[in-house]
T-cell receptor
Framework: GAVVSQHPSWVICKSGTSVKIECRSL??????MFWYRQFPKQSLMLMAT?????????EQGVEKDKFLINHASLTLSTLTVTSAHPEDSSFYIC?????????????FGEGSRLTVL | QKEVEQDPGPLSVPEGAIVSLNCTYS??????FMWYRQYSRKGPELLMY????GNKEDGRFTAQVDKSSKYISLFIRDSQPSDSATYLC?????????FGQGTELSVKP
């Protein structure tokens, strides 16, 4: 299947700092990528939809200024957690759908585990 | 009521057993139905994908969709310890993918 790469896979940061997570589609192009958040033993919660060349669409309750999303190209989307706090510690996962072909499948990255001290 | 309901388990079965995992949903607009497998600390891996009522088989896995009842199932035959993971159902309409809570499965040797 298609490959989606996330980096970093694991990051620890101090409270108040900002952290950037990258999501890349390695062998296909995607106009749309999705960012999810997952707490332990819970399901994936959609945070926002990242659209190439335009502003992201955020789900209700997700702070736009806290979680900055940039979709600079058809293969790269970034999520920046600004002024991170311990409650932002979570597993962040991105997904993308191939621009052409397929039937709407979404492929996921390996996830990025953020720990805020 | 959640849009997608899934029993979180945990579910424990002996090796070789047939496993049945289920989800119900309330939004009749869902068009695509997927099952993902997620190992601990990893991203979800797409297992099965369907977009119509009926059965779809892939090796030991069979996905079943009943749109009239708003019910989907995943069957795993001859389960193996390596199948131990969390299984998430997911449904999509338009661009959004909505996940069930995930069922934690443990297959004991």
């Amino acid at each position: 299947g298609a490959v989606v790469s996330q980096h970093p896979s694991w990051v620890i940061c101090k409270s108040g700092t900002s952290v950037k997570i990258e999501c890349r589609s390695l062998d296909f192009q995607a106009t749309t990528m999705f960012w999810y958040r997952q707490f332990p033993k819970q399901s994936l919660m959609l945070m926002a939809t990242s659209n190439e060349g335009s502003k992201a669409t955020y789900e209700q309750g997700v702070e736009k200024d806290k979680f900055l999303i940039n979709h600079a190209s058809l293969t790269l989307s970034t999520l920046t957690v600004t002024s991170a706090h311990p409650e932002d510690s979570s597993f962040y996962i991105c997904s993308a759908a191939p621009l052409t072909g397929g039937h709407g499948e979404l492929f996921f990255g390996e996830g990025s585990r953020l720990t805020v001290l | 009521q959640k849009e997608v309901e899934q029993d979180p388990g945990p579910l424990s079965v002996p090796e070789g057993a047939i496993v049945s995992l289920n989800c119900t949903y309330s939004n009749s607009a869902f068009q695509y139905f997927m099952w993902y497998r997620q190992y601990s600390r990893k991203g979800p891996e797409l297992l099965m994908y369907t977009y119509s009522s009926g059965n779809k088989e892939d090796g030991r896995f069979t996905a079943q969709v009943d749109k009239s009842s708003k019910y989907i199932s995943l069957f795993i035959r001859d389960s193996q310890p390596s199948d131990s993971a969390t299984y998430l159902c997911a449904m999509r309409t338009g661009g959004k993918l909505i996940f069930g809570q995930g069922t934690e499965l443990s297959v004991k040797p």
